[in-house]
């Protein structure tokens, strides 16, 4: 009994430490309306500030932690919110998923390039450990008594905030109707700016507060963050204060009581870490619908600057031919270099996936954050079939990519019964299970952590197994194409904006949902058969789920709207190491580079690099024709209107 | 044929009885109105009839058959067509694509298949709906904004493009909510003529709510009046008009008579 | 009378598509003007910009003695301009009690201002708690002018005021605006319902094409049917001004005959 109450208990401690981490997320969404990925990487970088303060310049705890909580942190948040976040709200979720993504890796990055990627287990603890003892043999630190205390004081302190105070109410409103909160004398700038100051506190808080226990590492910290705040925030469906800090106390003592009963063996205990993940699964497959569909933020673009009128199609036609006979001419451009040929491969593969993603998001504006499920499921399977059933590879090949449109139907489904940010976590989650349900099980991906997946026959060669993905990139563009010109692509975009009128209208959601869904499950499971076989295994760190948020950035940085968004992106991912490799900064500058690409790019342009090349020809057709350029300004959009 | 039937509808948010024990019947091509105060409970009679929320009690019939559980794409299917009070126009498409839509969603089924890989019978399906698309831009004089951005347009033109979009699916009943709130007076003018040509040349069944009291009367041949959810008055419009109840919940008393402003002349 | 507002050769632009051109007019300390014209003549445009939700062109805005172009919205709305935007500009998933704590938000309003609106809202009094998104449309509207009430402006600038409303609480909402006027709150009134706009107004502006094409008293419109029939939709002109004799003589068609003139006839009432 004893025993099991001790582990009940540092399961709570555990537990309130989560409970703080989601307040704060909670916080960042009913102020922004932006579910913030970034929460853990902020935390990540203001604790290494304090840790810097306090290790290196030797200042008092206590100081170092007023600094960097009361003014580092919040000019950071104030930054961001004038840089970034102003600029994409009210914009769609997939938008704010991205720019956060994009904010972690950025983070993340400068983080590696000031401090390097080593673990720091040195962080003070601004209260002292010493055990306080509770009746019953149970002891805990005060260290976690204060942590606990502060999460109820200000789970409590917040949601009063929000439901009584001006000021919270204010948040809200600004959220749900951003130009009408102006007009009602709301000093949007102001309001939305300090509501990322306070809640980039927050997560300056949570990470001094957590890392005297767990580490400090610039790699490992952040997702983990995100994972268990995600899991305890959905308790309260991302809004409710009191309910996301009890999600935390559950996660904690199930966590704990999963790793003293049911052991770290196999299976069950990688439950453990699927635990956020299931909670996420469970709780939102349950929500009441009002929760399921609402979702912050509008599904009204408002692109910041669009470049209207398209390029003539024949132009786009001597344009995509003259790109692929370009490609077609790479290997014999680059006789001499293998490993400019296999990153132009790798680039041409990934392209594949980078464009199920923009089939998905770009034409049918559904997010997914679990891509790599769908890489995994196709490229295991077609290992299995290799290597167990001895099937010809092309077959393999085929059925992989097949394996993967049943989960991408499922996905489908879900996605008629959960909207929005709630169908991107579900997605996140899913490929979460994926990879420590499947992926990492011995049966799946070998003893030795990977399993070969080799070439088709007569396509072993690099250059012919270039010229094998090249033909299968070119006709997944062609069916994109068609798909987007042809009555299924309207139906989509229809279903973008408006799935209510296109209900009235007789079309079929469930079917339209379940279709998108496949098609772009099978392209992805294409793609990562393909890129597996590129080195000819797959390993289940091939798969990490947090690679599908790199490369949903990837596909924006591109340009998600378009096929030619997915190609540059896929040059882009395959080409930027060959480019840059010799440069040793530009290496390290890797990630920075994308992060900037995909928050402040995206602030200005959503349409990536992409856009940048419509933009161009745009100047150009101004040009020949002599008009003034038409690039429509920003909309004013009185919210609420359409 | 083609009639509408709701039976004994209730509707409940919460504690409130938005619809209760409410019956209508729209006779297949008629001409039908319903009117009531803010919050009477139009809208939400819409939602049932078109699929958009389950009634908590009641039955809608549509040509004879029971739909009230039906989903509401089967409806439309079933030729039930609707336009929104609050504007639901596809806004990022342009006025073609959004009757595109609208009438490929009408029409049999096009294989995913003939569409990605763009086989001939994509082409003949593409061309019949272009055909239905166009002759209804045609129809509503809307050429001019045919390849416009709808969320550009002003609101009266949007409303007009919202009836056109229903109008692609071939409806045989059509549920209005409020078409011409937002329409300017040039454009009121015309209204109820192109509303009755829809009646009488394609022979739709037409439910009408609207608060424009000149429309209503000039178009509709019965009225339904809705107050606090219920029906309190059936009637032809001359009916209707003279009916106290109706004047005193939603017509008011004739305000040119009074002066209504006390400090203007 | 002092001007209130004074418009001095505004210009506003979508891109490069010119919504508003070289716009003078003022609005009096105490009066109404009422903003009329057809669709997409720029009237929205011109509220977007006196409030600041917009930025003009070209020109310039005083208000109340100060020149407010370069201001933002907030900082316009605490000098005591309300803008009812077009289309419902209520926050959807606050409920209505809140919506009317967010109005004038940064100035004091007590239960007695609260109360006063559930006065002449009662139906808002009993939503109170429902979250404004779910009201219907006509109620949403009434959320949006009791907020724009509710801070006793200086200017009420109200777009479209009976949009979607029912015809008994059109009459009334006139003479709450009436009321509103008579307690010293000048008013810009844009208004499809020609009729009640011309009752009401003490200065009439007609746009056409972002341009303004009169001002003037409404007396004067009224003996110009030309103006009329250009600007404000067609035949309107031809049955102008004889809804009072239809009333007279058949009260039951006077119902219908005289609805029918708020849209599309131009009469002095
Ligand atoms: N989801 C909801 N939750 C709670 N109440 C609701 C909901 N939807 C509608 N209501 C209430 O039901 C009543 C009927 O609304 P409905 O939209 O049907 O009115 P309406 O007759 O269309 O009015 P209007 O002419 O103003 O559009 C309103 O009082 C509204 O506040
Ligand atoms: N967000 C926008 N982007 C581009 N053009 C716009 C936008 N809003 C309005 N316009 C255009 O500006 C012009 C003036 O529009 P505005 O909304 O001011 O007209 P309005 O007089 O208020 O008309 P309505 O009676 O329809 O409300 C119209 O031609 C309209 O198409
Ligand atoms: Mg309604
Ligand atoms: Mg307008």
């Not at chain 1, 003293?260 to 299976?267: C, E, L, R, T």
């Not at chain 1, 079939?385 to 139907?409: E, I, K, R, S, T």
């Not at chain 3, 009401?200 to 419109?221: M, N, Q, Y």
């Not at chain 3, 003996?223 to 002109?237: A, N, P, Q, R």
Request: glycine share 12%; proline share 4%; charged share 15%.
């Amino acid at each position: 009994m004893q025993a099991f109450l001790n582990t009940v208990l540092v399961g709570l401690v555990t537990g309130s430490v989560y409970a703080l981490a989601s307040t704060g997320i909670v916080l960042t969404y009913k102020t922004s309306g932006i579910l913030n990925f970034g929460y853990g990487a902020l935390a990540l970088f203001t604790t290494f500030v304090y840790w810097s303060l306090t290790i290196t310049f030797h200042w008092p705890v206590w100081l170092a932690a007023a600094l960097v909580v009361l003014i580092v942190a919040p000019a950071i948040g104030f930054l961001l919110d004038g840089t970034l976040f102003r600029k994409i709200q009210g914009q769609p979720i997939v938008i704010g998923v991205i720019a956060t993504v994009g904010l972690t890796v950025l983070i993340q990055g400068i983080v590696i390039l000031i401090w390097g990627g080593q673990t720091r287990g040195d962080v003070p603890s601004l209260f002292p450990r010493a055990p306080i003892r509770l009746p019953g043999g149970l002891h805990i630190g005060v260290d976690q008594a204060a942590l606990f205390g502060l999460a109820v004081v200000l789970a409590l302190g917040l949601s009063a905030m929000f439901r009584y105070a001006r000021i919270g109410v204010a948040f809200r409103a600004v959220v749900d109707n951003r130009p009408v909160a102006g007009l009602m004398a709301i000093n949007t700038r102001y309001v939305s700016g300090l509501a990322w100051a306070i809640a980039t506190a927050f997560a300056a808080v949570t990470g001094i507060l957590l890392t005297p226990r767990l580490l400090l590492d610039p790699v490992l910290l952040t997702p983990f963050i995100i994972a268990q705040v995600l899991g305890a925030a959905i308790v309260g469906y991302l809004r409710s204060l009191p309910l996301a800090w009890a999600g935390g106390l559950f996660l904690g003592v199930s966590q704990a009581l999963l790793l003293k009963y049911a052991g770290s063996g196999s299976g069950i205990g990688d439950l453990r870490s699927a635990m956020p993940f299931l909670m996420i699964t469970v709780l939102v497959l349950l929500a009441p619908k009002t929760l399921r569909v609402a979702g912050l933020g509008s599904s009204f673009i408002v692109k910041t600057r669009e470049v209207t009128g398209h390029a003539s199609p024949q132009t786009r036609a001597v344009i995509g031919a003259a790109f692929f006979g370009l490609l077609a001419l790479g290997p014999a451009i680059a006789r001499g270099s293998i490993s400019w040929r296999l990153s132009l491969t790798v680039g041409m593969a990934y392209a594949i996936v980078f464009l199920s993603l923009v089939i998905l998001t770009g034409y049918s504006g559904q997010v997914s954050l679990g891509h790599t499920a769908f890489m995994g499921i196709a490229a295991f399977t077609t290992g299995h079939l290799v290597a167990d059933q001895h099937l010809n590879v092309w077959l393999a090949l085929v059925f992989g990519a097949l394996a993967a449109v049943p989960a991408g139907a499922l996905i489908g489904i879900i996605a008629v019964r959960v909207h929005g940010l709630f169908l991107a976590l579900m997605t996140l989650a899913f490929a979460f299970m994926a990879q420590d349900m499947f992926f990492k099980q011995p049966s799946v991906s070998g003893s030795n952590g990977g399993i070969p997946v080799p070439r088709p026959p007569g396509t072993a060669s690099t250059n012919a197994f270039f010229y094998l993905v090249l033909a299968v990139l070119l006709v997944c563009c062609l069916i994109a194409i068609n798909l987007r010109t042809g009555p299924t692509g309207r139906v989509l975009a229809a279903l973008r904006d408006s799935e209510m009128a296109s209900r009235s209208l007789g079309i079929n959601v469930v079917k339209y949902k379940v279709v998108i869904f496949s098609i772009s499950a099978l392209i992805a499971g294409l793609g990562g058969v393909l890129a597996s076989m590129v080195t000819e295994q797959a390993t289940s760190l091939s798969f990490i789920p947090f690679l599908s948020l790199a490369y949903l950035t990837v596909t924006v940085v591109g340009g998600v709207f378009h096929v030619g968004g997915a190609l540059a992106a896929g040059m882009l991912w395959g080409l930027y190491p060959k480019l840059f490799g010799h440069i040793d900064i530009m290496i390290r500058l890797e990630n920075i580079f994308f992060g900037l690409g995909a928050t402040l790019a995206l602030a200005r342009n959503p349409e990536g690099l992409f856009g940048e090349f419509r933009w161009i020809g745009a100047q150009l057709r101004s040009l020949r024709d002599r008009e003034p350029r038409r690039v429509a300004a920003p909309l004013p959009v009185a919210g609420g209107q359409e | 044929m083609s009639e509408l039937r709701a039976e004994s509808v209730t509707v409940r948010f919460g504690g409130l009885t938005a619809l209760s024990d409410v019956s209508i019947d729209v006779p297949s091509g008629g001409f039908v109105g319903l009117i009531g105060p803010n919050g009477a409970g139009k809208t939400t009679l819409f939602n049932v009839i078109s699929g958009f929320i389950l009634p908590w009690r009641g039955r809608i019939t549509f040509d004879g058959q029971d739909v009230t559980r039906a989903s509401a794409s089967k409806r439309a299917a079933m030729r039930i067509g609707r336009t929104f009070q609050k504007l639901e126009l596809f806004g990022r498409m342009t006025v073609l694509e959004n009757m595109l839509v609208a009438a490929e969603a009408g029409a049999k089924r096009l294989g995913l298949m003939t569409d990605l890989l763009h086989l001939p019978g994509r082409h003949r399906a593409e061309r019949r709906s272009a055909g239905i698309a166009e002759q209804v831009i045609a129809d509503l004089n809307l050429g001019w904004a045919r390849d416009r951005r709808t969320a550009d347009l002003p609101v009266g033109s949007a409303r007009i493009v919202e009836l056109g979009r229903a109008l692609c699916t071939n409806p045989a009943l059509l549920l209005l909510d409020e078409p011409s709130s937002g329409l300017d007076s040039g454009e009121t003018e015309g209204f109820g003529a192109l509303l009755r040509r829809i009646n009488e040349e394609r022979g739709v069944g037409i439910l009408l709510v609207e608060h424009d009291m000149d429309l209503v009367m000039d178009v509709c041949k019965k009225i339904h009046v809705l107050d606090f959810g219920r029906v309190i008055a059936t009637g032809t419009t001359k009916e209707i008009a003279a009916n106290a109840a109706v004047r005193a919940a939603y017509l008011g008393e004739e305000a040119d008579e009074a002066p209504a402003s006390p400090a203007r002349r | 009378m002092k001007p209130l507002l004074h418009l001095r050769g505004v210009e506003a632009r979508y891109g490069h598509f010119v919504a508003l051109q070289n716009v003078s007019l003022i609005v009096p300390e105490g009066a109404v003007v009422a903003l009329l014209g057809p669709n997409g003549a720029g009237k929205t445009t011109l509220l977007r910009t006196v409030s600041g939700m917009m930025s003009l062109s070209r020109g310039e805005i005083i208000f109340d003695g100060a020149p407010i172009q370069r201001l933002p919205d907030y900082a316009i709305a605490r000098r005591g301009l309300a803008h009812i935007p077009e289309g419902r500009g209520i926050f959807p998933s606050l409920t209505v009690r809140e919506n009317l704590l967010m109005a004038g938000y940064g100035a004091p309003n007590g239960d007695g201002a609260l109360g006063r609106v559930y006065e002449l809202f009662p139906v808002l009094a009993q939503r109170r708690e429902q979250a404004a998104g779910t009201l219907s449309g006509g109620e949403q509207q009434m959320l949006s002018l009791a907020r724009g009430v509710i801070t006793r402006p200086k200017l009420l600038a109200v777009d479209e005021l009976s949009l979607g409303l029912a015809p008994i609480l059109v009459a009334q909402l006139f003479d709450t605006v009436a009321r509103i006027r008579d307690s010293g709150t000048s008013i810009l009134l844009v208004e499809q319902y020609v009729r009640h706009a011309l009752r009401l107004a003490d200065i009439v502006v007609i746009l056409h094409k972002g341009r303004v094409a009169f001002i003037g008293e409404p007396g004067e419109l009224a003996h110009d049917d030309s103006l009329v029939e250009s600007y404000l939709g067609g035949k309107s002109s031809a049955r102008f001004g004889v809804a009072s004799e239809d009333a007279v003589a058949l009260p039951m068609k006077a119902t219908a005959s005289s609805q029918r003139s708020k849209k599309r006839r131009v009469s002095r009432g």
